[in-house]
């Protein structure tokens, strides 16, 4: 297994983010345009338990896999999903939100995944893709704030 763990601060609360970050329309946010899943089948409330599956779609036109997702853990500043599709056979992903003070916090992406052969350009995508959800996340957050 290998593990990629990228940070950044958000000038939002941990709380608020940790709650933002299970709905289903800030991921589809902080995703586009790069990727897009119109039908991502995941209820509005989630709880430990909760699976859900959405086509990925490159760019918003170019059809790719169907990316699969299990809630394992949820507390108010922390998730943990097991996920899979496509040519990555485990994504592990943790999501923490550390406060810093009652204004801000700390985000924290660990994935931790297995893809057999495609190894460097699971590594690569993760790096970038996570880069781009961390900058959007930002983005996000100073607006609310």
Same mark, same amino acid.
């Given at each position: 297994? /290998?593990? $990629?763990?990228?940070? /950044?601060?958000?000038?939002?609360? =941990?709380?608020?983010?940790?709650?933002?970050?299970?709905?289903?329309?800030?991921?589809?946010?902080?995703?586009?345009?790069?990727? *897009?899943?119109?039908?991502? /089948?995941?209820?509005?409330? &989630?709880?430990?338990?909760? %699976?859900?599956?959405?086509?990925?779609?490159?760019?918003?036109?170019?059809?790719?896999?169907?990316?699969?997702?299990?809630?394992?853990?949820?507390?108010?500043?922390? #998730?943990?999903? !097991?996920?899979?599709?496509?040519? $990555?056979?485990?994504? !592990?992903?943790?999501?923490?939100? /550390?406060?810093?003070?009652?204004?801000?916090?700390?985000?924290?992406?660990?994935?931790?995944? %297995?893809?057999? &052969? =495609?190894?460097?350009?699971?590594?690569?995508? #993760?790096?970038?893709?996570?880069?781009? *959800?961390? *900058?959007?996340? *930002? +983005?996000? +957050?100073?607006?609310?704030?």
């Amino acid at each position: 297994m /290998t593990k $990629v763990i990228l940070t /950044t601060k958000l000038s939002i609360p =941990a709380t608020t983010a940790c709650a933002l970050a299970q709905k289903p329309e800030l991921f589809k946010y902080v995703v586009w345009p790069i990727i *897009r899943v119109p039908h991502l /089948t995941l209820p509005e409330h &989630v709880e430990p338990g909760t %699976e859900g599956s959405a086509r990925i779609w490159w760019f918003g036109i170019i059809p790719a896999w169907k990316h699969h997702l299990k809630l394992i853990r949820l507390e108010p500043t922390e #998730i943990y999903t !097991n996920e899979w599709g496509g040519p $990555v056979h485990t994504w !592990n992903h943790h999501l923490t939100f /550390t406060p810093i003070d009652e204004h801000s916090c700390t985000y924290t992406d660990e994935i931790e995944f %297995e893809d057999g &052969v =495609a190894g460097y350009p699971t590594w690569l995508f #993760i790096h970038l893709m996570f880069r781009y *959800r961390q *900058r959007r996340w *930002r +983005a996000l +957050a100073r607006v609310l704030a």
